[in-house]
Nanobody, 129 residues
Framework: QVQLVESGGGLVQPGGSLRLSCAAS????????????IGWFRQAPGKEREGILC????????DYLDSVKGRFTMSTDNAKKTVYLQMNNVKPEDTGVYFC??????????????????WGRGTQVSVSS
């Protein structure tokens, strides 16, 4: 069982930047992040949760929500067992609760459509002037 904890959310002005973190842990032994497909999702107020940026475990497929292309990037630090979502030039429509998710050996051409095994509880991002 992998536990995921997101952090780094907050209030940011339009055009600003924010970096979210997703810390992964496991009681038995620290997870090897290279074994997992990793996705970032968000849920805007009154809307369903949507995948915004997801990678297959092998890294051969990346899935982006069109509205975040060129603005959001994902990176991983396997030594720290942490995944990051760098959000640049944020817009009011980026407001929502952001979740990270892992799927063991997740593969296939649409990583945001995987059935993810583990989810964090989310962190709130609010974009407003």
């Amino acid at each position: 069982q992998v536990q995921l904890v997101e952090s780094g959310g907050g209030l940011v002005q339009p055009g600003g930047s924010l970096r979210l973190s997703c810390a992964a842990s496991r009681a038995a032994a620290p997870p090897d992040l290279t074994d997992y497909a990793i996705g970032w999702f968000r849920q805007a107020p009154g809307k369903e949760r949507e995948g915004i940026l997801c990678n297959s475990y092998s890294g051969d497929y990346t899935d982006y929500l069109d509205s975040v292309k060129g603005r959001f990037t994902m990176s991983t630090d396997n030594a720290k067992k942490t995944v990051y979502l760098q959000m640049n030039n944020v817009k009011p429509e980026d407001t929502g609760v952001y979740f990270c998710a892992f799927r063991l050996y997740g593969r296939g051409s649409r990583p945001c459509r995987y059935a993810y095994d583990y989810w964090g509880r989310g962190t709130q991002v609010s974009v407003s002037s």
